[in-house]
């Protein structure tokens, strides 16, 4: 990575522009730092010397939502095309500089990452940047050539993109495994849906920072409305959600396949698939034509090993 460091006091420092781009994207301290994969901290030193470069506030700190202020939003659109270039420049530049050893980028949530690629990346052959990030953006930046292969539940429309259906997921109701089930199962019988949700409220409930998509959807599909209600504990990514769960008594509406292994041990379970079943297909979306064929499919076979 290019890093543009100074000694001057007065040059700045690339990465303050490139994490207040993500901060301004994900509107949280939490979500820029996932997406950048660097440390809170990190992201907040980084924005206050950001800020005491030019001189002015570019957020408003609002709970824990980060509100660009109007000459944030005049700054962020100052910047974002000539950092967008910087950024494409940078790893045309890589790839140009490293011949013998191909650098190859993949998009894809944060969890899915984890629960993946995290335990081997320090045995590829060859380099790899890992971009977080919302699923058309990363679209647009496959079909560019920032990215060279994405894992979605979604497909775009490009015709230079193809989608590999390689797996699924299936959100459904995780519970810890001390809940006690026998009224929700009783209700479920019954088919009494408003009881069931009324016995679900009663319950301590795990969310994401900014992400409740799950939960309504699962909420919309089995009970024809959204969610009245906000979880009681907001924690950092869904796999936190799943240790958080462990050996407890909360619930959370998560895909099924980063429990399986807590799901295996009995540290959590599974209380209800919903019905109809809300299911989502998996693609691999890759360029139709890339250098980079070999990388990818060793990827891809590291990826289909968990899911």
């Known amino acids: 990575m290019i890093n543009f460091v100074s000694g001057h006091r007065n040059m700045v420092n690339l990465e303050w ?10 509107g949280t301290l939490t979500g820029a730092a996932e997406s950048l994969f660097i440390s809170q901290p990190g992201v907040s030193l980084h924005l206050s010397s950001l800020e005491s470069y030019v001189g002015y506030k570019l957020f408003d700190r609002t709970g824990r939502k980060m509100v660009p202020t109007e000459k944030g939003k005049v700054f962020y659109n100052f910047i974002i095309e000539a950092l967008g270039k910087l950024e494409e420049a940078e790893k045309n530049f890589q790839k140009s500089t490293e011949k013998h050893t191909p650098t190859i980028s993949v998009g894809m949530c944060f969890e899915t990452f984890q629960i993946t690629l995290e335990p ?3 045995s590829l052959p060859f380099n790899l940047i890992i971009q977080f990030g919302e699923y058309p953006e990363m679209l647009e930046n496959l079909d560019k050539g920032i990215l060279d292969l994405i894992i979605t539940p979604q497909t775009g429309t490009t015709t230079n993109i193809e989608h590999e259906a390689f797996s699924s997921e299936r959100i459904v109701l995780l519970g810890g495994i001390n809940v006690d089930q026998t009224e929700f199962n009783q209700l479920l019988e019954k088919g009494d ?6 016995w679900l409220k009663k319950h301590k409930w795990y969310g994401t920072t900014g992400d409740m998509e799950h939960l309504r959807r699962f909420w919309q599909l089995n009970f024809n409305k959204y969610p009245d209600f906000r979880p009681n504990y907001i924690v950092p990514n869904l796999n936190s959600i799943v240790r958080c769960l462990s050996g407890g008594t909360g619930l959370a509406v998560i895909p099924n396949h980063l429990g399986k292994k807590e799901i295996e041990e009995e540290q959590v379970k599974v209380i209800w698939e919903g019905s109809p079943v809300l299911e989502n297909t998996l693609y691999f979306a890759t360029r139709k034509k890339s250098q980079y064929a070999e990388e990818i499919k060793v990827i891809k076979e590291l990826i289909r090993k968990v899911m």
Not at 17 to 26: D, E, P
Request: charged share 30%; aromatic share 22%.
């Open 17 to 26: 522009y490139r994490t207040f781009k993500a901060i301004y994207k994900t």
């Open 120 to 122: 081997y990346v320090s």
């Open 193 to 198: 849906r408003n009881e069931l949700v009324e």
